[in-house]
């Protein structure tokens, strides 16, 4: 067990007695001249760069601080060096400072000796990128696969089985509590002031950040989503109609759709509402607007669930085997089967940045720009054969993304470049199949999977990239899955 800085066990004493001993230093030979002029003395000693998380081979320069009876200064000398040679690697500088190189992953204690005499530390933990920093297990009830992200940095999810819940969560440790609310596959969205919704059969509630009930509508669908309003209300499917429901929970009016729905409502630039659905065979969308008016039906080639992306005044739709993209005014702007796909496969909810749209089905992860041409697909990163929602890829800042992919035992998560789908890394979860993705600022991953038994659980991953804050880049278009633009 490395030292335990004195001034760490003794900030608030120190503080008290730092006039004491400088005024009692001037009297005294031993006392060092300090940073300030005088008979100033040093009464402690502090590592300046705290507590880090590193992968391996990234490297940190730590620096260290004298504190004297006048005041802080720099340090006359430091050694410095570690509690675990395997996991960290320390080399002293010239200028007092030390180079912390990660090799292996675990934790270790960077320790430097200040001027002779003050000891302190900090912690370092090595990671592996997607590697889990925590996990949150929930017994025989199935997960939402998308957590939805408050301004709060809170994480909030459902669980479904007899008793359906909203857990609200902390970001670094996964604790949390739970109230009763609905259930939905893609689970929750956020509004303002990260008041939640929530969906299942007949049942549309709204949680105040807190996560107790506000109210609760009798409709709404298990296999999709509420997109948010833009006076706090929602719109959300059940049966065969598409629903308003008002920010106090009433049900404003109801639209029928001529059939089943099949994705999410999308709340478009103006306003409007955008919604596909099924019947006989064939696929549909029907734009309606905020007073319930049907503006167009449209048959298209064909939809998956989820949500479609909002990009410019079009919306791009997943399709078994492919993807295509509508205009406002109810005309197909093109339409792609993927290469190496079969025409059944089911396709996740696009994103975008704003120039180029990323999809994945079962087979692989695509790129696309938003005019329908084809930028690259990496098969060997597929979801993999399901007979549920295929998990959405969420787009990074620096290029890159983080998506569900198949693996040996299941599914794990890959990060992969934007402009070629070159691997970056892949998750060491193992032993479960991961669903879907949201990004924290922080650059945490928190992935919802499915584990043996009919459990599931919330993982949060190690990992630093920070979420893309233009475009749709997330299922529902941000990490609250507003699905309104």
């Known amino acids: 067990m490395p030292p335990i800085s004195a001034v760490r066990r003794h900030a608030p004493l ?6 004491v001993l400088a005024m009692a230093c001037s009297s005294k030979q031993t006392c060092e001249d300090g940073p300030f002029g005088g008979a100033t003395c040093t009464v402690g000693g502090r590592i300046v760069t705290g507590d880090v998380v590193l992968f391996s081979g990234e490297q940190i320069v730590y620096s260290a601080q004298a504190l004297y009876g006048f005041g802080p200064g720099l340090p006359s000398a430091a050694v410095w060096t570690t509690s675990d040679p395997a996991v960290i690697e320390v080399e002293n500088l010239a200028d007092n400072t030390a180079r912390v190189t990660a090799l292996d992953t675990g934790t270790a204690w960077v320790i430097a000796l200040i001027n002779a005499e003050f000891v302190d530390s900090a912690v370092v933990t090595v990671a592996r990128p997607g590697s889990a920093r925590w996990r949150r297990a929930f017994g025989g009830v199935p997960i939402g696969f998308y957590p939805a992200l408050g301004v709060d940095s809170l994480i909030r999810v459902v669980t479904g089985g007899a008793a359906p819940a909203l857990w609200v969560l902390a970001p670094d440790s996964g604790v949390g509590t739970s109230v009763a609310s609905c259930f939905s596959t893609l689970g929750p969205s956020l509004g303002t002031a990260d008041v939640a919704y929530t969906t299942g059969v007949q049942c549309t509630r709204q949680h105040d950040q807190a ?5 609760a509508a009798p409709v709404g669908s298990a296999a ?4 948010v309003a833009d006076d706090g209300g929602a719109f959300t499917v059940g049966g065969d109609s598409l629903y308003r429901i008002a920010s106090t929970g009433s049900v404003t009016w109801g639209a029928p759709l001529g059939g089943t729905p099949r994705t999410a409502p999308v709340v478009g630039p103006g306003g409007d509402v955008y919604v596909g659905w099924t019947a006989g065979g064939a696929d549909s969308v029907s734009r309606f607007g905020i007073d319930a008016t049907l503006r167009w039906s449209v048959a298209v080639p064909g939809l998956s669930p989820g949500s479609p992306a909002v990009a410019a005044g079009r ?4 399709r078994p085997g492919g993807l295509f993209a509508l205009d406002s005014s109810m005309t197909i702007a093109w339409d792609r089967a993927f290469p190496a796909s079969t025409a059944t496969s089911r396709t996740s909810s696009p994103v975008h940045d704003g120039l180029i749209a990323f999809v994945q089905n079962e087979e692989a992860l695509y790129s696309y720009a938003l005019d329908g041409t084809l930028l690259w697909y990496a098969d060997s990163l597929g979801y993999g054969p399901t007979t549920e929602t295929v998990g959405s890829p969420v787009l990074l800042s620096g290029l890159s993304l983080v998506v569900p992919c198949v693996a040996s035992t299941g599914r794990e998560v890959c990060a992969v470049g934007q402009v070629d789908g070159r691997l970056i890394w892949r998750s060491p979860l ?3 199949s991961v669903n879907g993705l949201v990004v924290g600022r922080s650059g945490t991953i928190f992935a919802t999977r499915t584990l043996s038994g009919g ?8 990992s630093r990239a920070q979420p893309m804050t233009i475009g749709w880049p997330a299922e529902g278009g941000s990490p609250q899955h507003t699905r309104r633009r």
């Open 14 to 19: 120190l503080a008290a007695m730092t006039t």
């Open 315 to 318: 919306l791009v739709f997943g």
């Open 455 to 462: 459990a599931s659980e919330l993982a949060g991953l190690w």
């Open 224 to 227: 999709l989503g509420v997109a």
């Open 211 to 215: 996560g107790d009930s506000l109210w």
């Open 430 to 432: 193992g032993g479960g």
